[in-house]
């Protein structure tokens, strides 16, 4: 089974879904390269919104594969893999189309970074999500915490990320970090929410994002996200994080 699928629909929806429900839609080296291939996909001006969202019901995404990144032990081996996830979420973010993370269950950790890297979350009502990597003695490694920062009050973004647990959609929606709760079919409620978006022409969609992929470069967002990976590789290597992640797998 391929861990991803693209579809790219008739109206000019990419739909990038993460296949690996068996694993919480855990992501691996693979699904970071059909990220890569959705994100070149959605150059073509067929495509007016990309949307990333997971397979079933249970999880949106439970961030990076412990099973396939656990055995990076030094602050060097993080990084090699925390720059190319990061690399991806700077992709997403500059992306310059109205981008929405669909979460079709829980997300946690690198999830939510990758969930924060969209303009726009929506979720169904039932879901949690939460940046859970203090859990593990780590911080956000994929610059989801500098994105964060520029989506989120200060307040409530330091919130998410320092209480390090799950929130419900009601507190997700007062924080800002949910647009929008739905029930029942996700594509269906995706389309209602984009329904307005969609009747305008891509190059006008494409100009107002701009406007923030302008403010975020003018202000250094990468340089931040370099300095984020940096500090949780840092973090990584430490004897603190791999036990707790032995002791996930172990469980
Ligand atoms: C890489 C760094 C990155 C970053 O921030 O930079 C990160 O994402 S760090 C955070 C990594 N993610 C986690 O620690 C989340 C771990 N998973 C969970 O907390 C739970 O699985 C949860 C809440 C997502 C879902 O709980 P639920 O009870 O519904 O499922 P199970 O825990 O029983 O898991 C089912 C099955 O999936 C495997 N699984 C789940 N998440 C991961 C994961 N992230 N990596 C690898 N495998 C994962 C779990 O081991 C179970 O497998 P099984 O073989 O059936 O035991």
């Not at 990076?64 to 190319?84: P, W």
């Not at 994929?142 to 390090?164: F, H, V």
Request: glycine residues 8%.
């Amino acid at each position: 089974m391929k861990p991803y699928t693209i579809e790219i629909h008739n109206d000019g929806l990419l739909v990038f879904t993460i296949n690996r429900p068996e694993k919480r839609n855990a992501i691996n080296y693979e699904v970071m390269a059909g990220l890569e291939e959705a994100l070149l996909l959605a150059a073509d001006d067929q495509v007016k919104m990309f949307v990333v969202t997971g397979a079933h019901d249970q999880a949106f995404c439970s961030g990076g594969d412990l099973s396939s990144f656990h055995h990076l032990k030094t602050e060097e081996e993080a990084y090699t893999m925390l720059n190319r996830m990061s690399n991806l979420l700077v992709s997403l973010l500059f992306l310059p189309k109205p981008t929405v993370a669909l979460l079709n269950g829980t997300a946690v950790g690198g999830g939510c970074e990758l969930a924060s890297s969209c303009d726009f979350r929506i979720a169904r009502t039932d879901v949690k999500a939460g940046f859970i990597q203090g859990t593990l003695n780590i911080t956000t490694g994929w610059g989801g915490g500098t994105i964060l920062s520029e989506k989120l009050l200060p307040a409530d973004a330091m919130k998410m990320l320092m209480e390090a647990r799950l929130f419900d959609t009601v507190d997700l929606m007062e924080m800002g970090f949910l647009q929008s709760t739905f029930s029942g079919d996700p594509i269906e409620n995706c389309r209602k929410f984009l329904n307005r978006m969609l009747v305008l022409e891509v190059e006008v969609l494409k100009a107002y994002k701009q406007l923030y992929i302008n403010k975020w470069k003018y202000t250094g967002v990468q340089e931040r996200i370099e300095q984020e990976v940096r500090n949780c590789s840092v973090l990584w290597q430490g004897e603190a994080h791999h036990r707790q992640v032995a002791k996930f797998l172990n469980k």
